[in-house]
């Protein structure tokens, strides 16, 4: 089949193309991140997009040439500046699906979220509801499939819960007993080819779940097994003061930690898995066939370990960076950093406007890395002004060398930390 799939950069639009190349079908993926998709058959043809700028249904049709089937895989976990729920949940796919359906398609399979019923509540569901609402009322066969959490090779919410697991204390919210029923990314591409075929029963809404539920406190302490670590005690947060914080994990940079995840924790994730195995034909597969049995790799526990780590060394190179500059403007005696100065050659006007203004781009730079403004860009410039700083002092002050406070060696350990960085940066989702 000629199929056009959206969102296949993401986690599940990624398994899903892998999948469909498997099956021969010709591909036409389109995604915002085309240099995710390192593997792609010659039948794929990829096609980058920018979702927040297909405005209206005819925008999609030049896409939908020779199209047999629709597949949308568009979601984000997080709002973010043009980035929003309404957007690229509801309005970017019904555009879509009414332009499919003017192009004559008859298929349309919409990957939703368990959850998005009558009883949603969050921007989050509500979003993926208006468009699954959409999809339902256009003459087609379609299929809104809601998964639970889904888990596999690059799954985000895992990745967390992993990083949660490897914490001294595992935290969780009211007792940790909200019930939670991952499924399996190859069940979710399973059953999307399922939809696929000709004989497939159409006009369905299914839930994907794994076979039988477990609570959330349980799971953190499997997965601290899985990374080889011994039991740890639980804390219990009040889930209204977790609420009121949550801002927090959101200004560290944790897209997952939002007020809506947080209560869609609190309602809980789980649904009758009867449907779905029926569809496919067999049972779906559970954490102990697919996930907790194999030991966690090096990569994994590494990543756990730094996952809460990361925000922490931005914030630190951040005050780094403020405390130099403010302690060179108010606190340390500038006649000796005019000494300093002019053993590297700067005297005279020029001593006061490179002390202020170097004092300035400090706390310019600790600012933006407090916002986290174009981290990589900001990240380079701060390696080049270290090893600038640490080239010139070392070389107009010699001594500084062997001074015991090392003034200039910790400038060493503080290069490498930004490169880390660097790379942390770069591995972002």
Same mark, same amino acid.
């Given at each position: ?208 779940? &794994? =076979?039988?539920?477990?609570?959330? +406190?349980?799971?953190?302490?499997? !997965?601290?097994? %899985? *990374?080889?670590?011994? $039991? /740890? ?40 898995? &009867? =449907?779905?195995?029926?569809?496919? +034909?067999?049972?779906?597969?559970? !954490?102990?066939? %697919? *996930?907790?049995?194999? $030991? /966690? ?47 590297? +050659? ?8 490179? *002390? ?62 930004? *490169? ?10």
């Amino acid at each position: 089949m000629n199929i056009l799939l959206t969102g296949a950069s993401g986690f599940i639009g990624r398994h899903i193309l892998r999948a469909l190349e498997q099956q021969n079908h010709k591909v036409t993926a389109c995604c915002r991140n085309a240099e995710k998709l390192f593997f792609k058959s010659a039948d794929t043809r990829i096609v980058r997009l920018d979702y927040a700028a297909v405005s209206c249904d005819s925008d999609w049709l030049p896409y939908l040439q020779n199209i047999d089937a629709v597949i949308n895989c568009v979601g984000i976990i997080a709002e973010s500046p043009g980035q929003t729920f309404h957007r690229l949940h509801a309005q970017v796919p019904a555009s879509l699906f009414r332009a499919a359906e003017r192009a004559g398609i008859k298929k349309i399979i919409q990957i939703s979220a368990l959850g998005a019923d009558a009883c949603a509540h969050s921007a989050y569901h509500l979003s993926k509801k208006a468009a699954d609402d959409t999809l339902r009322n256009l003459d087609l066969d379609w299929y809104v499939l809601q998964p639970s959490i889904v888990y596999g090779d690059g799954a985000q919410s895992m990745a967390l819960f992993q990083a949660l697991a490897a914490l001294p204390m595992q935290p969780v919210i009211d007792g940790g007993r909200q019930l939670l029923q991952p499924v399996h990314v190859s069940d979710v591409a399973d059953t999307v080819l399922q939809c696929l075929k000709a004989e497939a029963p159409a006009r369905l809404t299914l839930p994907l779940v &794994g =076979p039988s539920p477990i609570d959330f +406190g349980q799971l953190l302490q499997q !997965l601290r097994r %899985r *990374l080889g670590k011994k $039991p /740890a005690p639980t804390i219990s947060l009040p889930g209204n003061l977790v609420q009121r914080f949550v801002f927090i994990g959101r200004w560290l940079g944790e897209p997952v930690c939002n007020a809506d995840n947080i209560a869609m924790l609190q309602r809980g994730n789980t649904a009758d898995a &009867g =449907p779905v195995e029926a569809f496919l +034909g067999r049972a779906t597969h559970s !954490l102990e066939q %697919r *996930l907790l049995p194999q $030991p /966690a790799s090096q990569a994994e526990r590494w990543h756990a370990g730094l996952y809460f780590l990361r925000p922490l060394l931005r914030l630190s190179i951040a005050f780094l960076w403020l405390w130099s500059g403010i302690v060179s403007l108010f606190f340390y005696p500038h006649e000796q950093s005019y000494r300093f100065l002019s053993a590297t +050659g700067v005297t005279g006007i020029a001593a006061p406007i490179t *002390l202020y203004g170097l004092a300035l781009l400090d706390i310019a730079l600790g600012l933006a890395t407090l916002a986290a403004y174009r981290p990589r860009r900001l990240i380079l410039i701060q390696l080049i002004l270290v090893l600038l700083y640490t080239l010139t002092v070392g070389i107009a002050l010699p001594e500084f060398w062997l001074h015991p406070f090392g003034p200039v060696l910790k400038n060493v350990p503080l290069l490498i930390t930004l *490169l880390v960085y660097l790379h942390l940066e770069g591995e972002r989702p």
